[in-house]
């Protein structure tokens, strides 16, 4: 039988080991610039603007835990998010500003974060969806049974601890500049103890950047922003907070997996899209919020460096840069109706892409006409 080119048996495989071969010279990675913003409303509505942005003000450790409230909790019911409102955002930003912005790889950022941990990801499967149109490619998520399972909580106590993050980002952040604040009753501060968690609402910053020679968009969800005195830098990223949750750490053992597992994804998650400052808030096994700290994105990598078992973000970058060359290449087929699988799963030693004709297409009809030709 003749073989055609592009069977859809075809499946194309980037090896992740020996990582060492990414143990060289950092690639360059360029100063993400923020180019757009726009929030999600409490009913999951689209606004391009940045109306459901916070600003951080540090919680009151004496009065929390992270579970009250639980029984309230508003959540966003579907799976991974389509990448339609943030090519809904860049379409925008070309009709009202005229900025027409050229990326090789356009996607969310948790897409790229996981990119960038897969050489030390041994556990945790994933798959994506990517389509090449007008020579760009676009990435979005797919569920998985794992993924789904992580999103929805597997016991109850897991249900409870996926809250437990949101209600962080509840009790740390406030309408208002901080400066406004007069008084620890300030009805402010009053709220947002009292708040009903609801995941509708997100505020996302629209960044571009590269890394190497691929021209990178994404688009990520933003917790929080810092007050400074005007005036404010010119980008807007400098301002931005993360704010993360995690098991106090009582031992040895409790730093190393800390460091091995949760830092490097703190690192990449704020690192991709050059958000400077993390807040961690470190609570106990029943939601008890018990301390905060700050964590400076680029300290991270020396943090961990030369540790026994640890990881090297110089690794990383080199890996994603390498991945995204290759996958440029082996992505050739433009067919705005078709996608490709990219998927990482056991036993965890490489990425595989396989090319699905006329299946999961990932732009919208409206997006074929703004990005086309
Ligand atoms: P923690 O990361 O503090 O546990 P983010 O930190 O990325 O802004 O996400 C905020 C919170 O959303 C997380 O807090 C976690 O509670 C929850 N969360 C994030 N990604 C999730 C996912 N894929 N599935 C379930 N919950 C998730
Ligand atoms: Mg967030
Ligand atoms: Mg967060």
Not at 48 to 74: A, H, T
Not at 233 to 258: A, Q
């Amino acid at each position: 039988m003749e073989q055609s080119i592009h069977p859809d048996s075809n499946i194309y495989k980037f090896p992740i080991h020996p990582f060492k071969r990414f143990n060289k010279k950092c690639v360059e990675f360029k100063q993400p610039v923020e180019i757009t913003c726009f929030s999600y409303d409490e009913n999951r509505q689209l606004h391009m603007d940045d109306r459901e942005s916070r600003y951080y003000y540090p919680p009151n450790l004496e009065d929390c835990n992270l579970s009250v409230g639980y029984e309230n909790l508003i959540q966003k019911s579907e799976g991974p998010e389509p990448i339609h409102s943030l090519l809904d955002a860049l379409i925008h930003l070309n009709e009202t500003k005229g900025d027409e912005v050229k990326a090789d790889i356009v996607s969310w950022r948790g897409i790229f974060t996981k990119l960038l941990c897969t050489p030390y990801n041994r556990n945790e499967s994933w798959e994506f969806g990517a389509t090449l149109y007008n020579n760009t490619i676009f990435i979005e998520e797919h569920e998985t049974e794992q993924t789904r399972l992580y999103r929805e909580g597997s016991t109850p106590k897991a249900k409870l601890m996926g809250y437990w993050g949101y209600k962080f980002e509840a009790l740390c952040t406030i309408g208002v500049p901080a400066t406004e604040i007069q008084s620890p009753d300030d009805p402010e501060l009053l709220a947002r103890k009292n708040t009903i968690v609801n995941t509708n609402i997100q505020y996302c910053s629209v960044s571009k950047t590269s890394l190497g020679k691929n021209r990178l968009i994404m688009g990520a969800e933003v917790d929080c922003l810092i007050d400074v005195k005007p005036p404010y830098p010119e980008n807007p990223i400098n301002r931005y907070i993360e704010l993360k949750t995690t098991k106090i750490l009582k031992n040895e053992r409790d730093n190393f997996l800390f460091e091995r597992y949760k830092l490097i994804k703190f690192w990449a998650q704020s690192f991709l899209i050059g958000l400077p400052k993390i807040i961690v808030g470190f609570r106990d096994d029943d939601g008890n919020l018990c301390s905060l700290k700050e964590i400076k994105t680029l300290e991270i990598p020396r943090m961990v460096r030369g540790k026994d078992k640890m990881w090297d973000a110089v690794i990383c970058l080199n890996f994603l840069n390498e991945f995204f060359e290759w996958l440029r290449r082996v992505i050739d087929i433009e067919d705005a109706n078709s996608s490709y699988v990219i998927s990482f799963k056991e036993p965890y030693q490489e990425i595989e892409v396989t090319f699905c004709h006329n299946k999961n297409p990932v732009l919208a009809d409206r997006h074929l006409k703004s990005f086309g030709k």
